[in-house]
């Protein structure tokens, strides 16, 4: 069985940075892509980073493009989110998800992700 356990929300200030962890546990993920979401109080779930595990590619949203990093630890199976130059509309839920890219569909699509965690909460005040 697939974990993904998020880590590292919080509160804090317009321009401070945190940093998401995801642990993952039940399997290798080579071939996988494991990626961010969020979800802001009424809003529909956004994708905001993902990185390919084997290759180490990544993608952006353009919204966090040049502020937001996402990177991986293959010997500790987690992701990370470095999220820095924060804004109040960056304040959701972050979940971490994982899955295979077939059938064409875009990497940004969350039905790549068949894995997800609990989510994390990020709150940015002004």
């Known amino acids: 069985q697939v974990q993904l356990v998020e880590s590292g929300g919080g509160l804090v200030q317009a321009g401070d940075s945190l940093t998401l962890s995801c642990a993952a546990s039940?399997?290798?993920?080579?071939?996988?892509?494991v990626g961010w979401f969020r979800r802001a109080p009424g809003k529909e779930r956004e994708f905001v980073a993902t990185i390919a595990w084997t290759s180490g590619n990544t993608v952006y949203a353009d919204s966090v493009k040049d502020r937001f990093t996402i990177s991986r630890d293959n010997a500790k199976s987690s992701v990370y989110l470095r999220m820095n130059s924060l804004k109040p509309e960056d304040s959701a839920v972050y979940y971490c998800?994982?899955?295979?890219?077939?059938?064409?569909?875009?990497?940004?699509?969350?039905?790549?992700?068949?894995?997800w965690g609990q989510g994390t909460q990020v709150t940015v005040s002004s």
């Open positions: 998800a994982a899955g295979l890219l077939v059938g064409g569909i875009p990497i940004k699509d969350i039905r790549v992700y068949r894995y």
């Open positions: 039940g399997r290798t993920f080579g071939g996988y892509v």
